[in-house]
């Protein structure tokens, strides 16, 4: 046993970079700062301790939230009831390792970047300046660490690569390996939200007016594919833009850029993959579905950065992005937009949106308002109340345009078709009531994916639908 455990922060004690985080939240919130930064990385302007300087006064860590690695508190708490002491020792600036230090309580003294940048020899420097004679143990992440494993008794490396397991093996020490997580893979398949995917079948709704040729569902699946990869893209685009607030929110804090599981650079390169994948699909369908998808990736980027922190704007900036899915399911079958179809995506997306805000209120475990955004827990009954009468008022729009002559002229038997306005309903009616009851519910789309009468509903619609056309 050493008397003393050398810790790292970044990518070690937490699973993330808080330098990086730091820059997303200053390029968004205080931009006139990042250029203060920027000036002092050129030659006589401070380098890279004045540049953490700037960032860390700029941008407010909260250390309450961040992403710990559990394995490595374990060994941190195993390391203390055996006697030794602690210290965490980061590059990261001092007044960012200070809160993280205070807040677990676990540190008997800490060390960060001041006036140098305390990395690699120079961290160990401080260290030998401090505990000359004391043999210790270094948890770190990188090839930035090397110095201080050599020169320790014990090295415990965290998800190290190849190469640097390699070098490790290296050593005349003890060399422990920690793992956690699902590797890269998995939380790339998570961050896309797939499930979420379910949203973009909306490009199909307008398929209930058209001619059934042929080319028109192959037309709507290739527009389907497209929304998905640019709704993934805006997903991605929204989480790196809120890391802070995603991570004080029950669920959010579970996806893997809030849970540090995906690096920003990592999601950045995705970004630009799932922008060419929309891209390329777009490319084979009409002039107009390009232009409602630009339209649909503008409005995405303004809710990620802006539009979602304003009072009601954030509810009509997501129901625009639904009724754009519908607009460009139109454009992709080459149809003109109906009236009647948009009020009721208008209706309904609105109302829905409105009340998943009041659960979103009611589930909030953040005391007062922190973590509502715009809104206050005052305003719960509001919310339901104008949710509910929008939501209705889709199904009067929507029987105008079942009736409507479009549908006559495609429809064998209209019937059947407006027999799925009195099914929206009830699906509206017992989404509300179960909200108002404090169930377990989520959002309206997390509640569709796994409510077994939901499923029924939508069979039901389907048949109905098919009924009506064939």
């Not at 000036?39 to 540049?51: D, E, I, Q, S, T």
């Not at 920003?264 to 390009?290: M, R």
């Amino acid at each position: 046993m050493s008397d003393l455990l050398v810790v790292d922060l970044d990518h070690t004690l937490v699973k993330v970079d808080l330098l990086v985080e730091q820059l997303l939240i200053v390029a968004r919130r205080k931009p006139q700062a990042l250029l203060r930064a920027i000036r002092a990385l050129v030659p006589g302007g401070g380098g890279r301790a004045a540049f953490k300087a700037v960032i860390a006064g700029a941008a407010e860590v909260d250390a309450v939230y961040l992403p710990y690695r559990a394995s490595v508190l374990e060994l941190i708490d195993a390391e203390r009831r055996n006697g030794a002491s602690v210290v965490l020792a980061s590059a990261s600036h001092r007044s960012v390792v200070e809160k993280v230090a205070r807040h677990l309580g676990r540190f008997d003294r800490v060390f960060g970047t001041t006036d140098r940048n305390l990395k690699g020899a120079r961290k160990l420097e401080e260290l030998r300046r401090a505990f000359p004679a004391t043999p210790f143990v270094y948890v770190g992440d990188s090839a930035a660490d090397r110095p201080l494993w050599s020169a320790c008794g014990r090295a415990v490396a965290i998800n190290p690569s190849a190469p640097l397991r390699r070098w490790l093996a290296s050593l005349p020490v003890p060399v422990q390996v920690l793992r956690d997580g699902g590797g890269l893979a998995g939380a790339v398949v998570r961050q896309l939200r797939a499930h979420r995917w379910i949203r973009n079948l909306l490009v199909f709704l307008p398929l209930i007016g058209a001619p059934w040729a042929g080319g028109e569902v192959v037309r709507s699946t290739v527009a389907f594919l497209a929304l998905s990869f640019l709704s993934s893209a805006g997903y991605l685009l929204n989480d790196l833009a809120d890391l802070p607030g995603d991570r004080r929110h029950p669920v959010k804090r579970n996806r893997p850029l809030a849970a540090g599981d995906l690096r920003p650079g990592a999601a950045i390169l995705l970004f630009v993959v799932l922008l060419l994948g929309a891209a390329v699909p777009a490319a084979a369908l009409p002039a107009g579905f390009a232009v409602a998808l630009g339209a649909f990736f503008v409005v995405s980027i303004a809710y990620s950065i802006w539009l979602k922190h304003l009072l009601l704007v954030d509810v009509f900036a997501r129901a625009a992005l639904h009724g754009l899915r519908i607009a460009a399911g139109v454009a992709a079958m080459g149809l003109a937009l109906s009236a009647p179809l948009m009020a009721f995506a208008l209706f309904l997306f609105v109302g829905l949106g409105l009340a998943g805000r009041y659960v979103e209120i009611e589930r909030a475990e953040l005391p007062g308002d922190a973590g509502l955004g715009a809104y206050r827990r005052e305003d719960h009954e509001a919310l339901y109340t104008v949710g509910a009468v929008c939501s209705f008022l889709a199904a009067p729009a929507l029987m105008m345009y079942l009736a409507g002559d479009a549908l006559r002229q495609v429809s064998a038997r209209g019937a059947p078709l407006l027999l799925t306005v009195p099914v929206l309903m009830y699906w509206i009616g017992r989404y509300l009531i179960l909200a108002r009851r404090e169930e377990p519910v989520d959002g309206p789309f997390a509640f569709a994916l796994r409510d077994k009468t939901t499923w029924c509903v939508a069979a039901i619609s389907l048949v109905l639908i098919l009924l009506g056309r064939l």
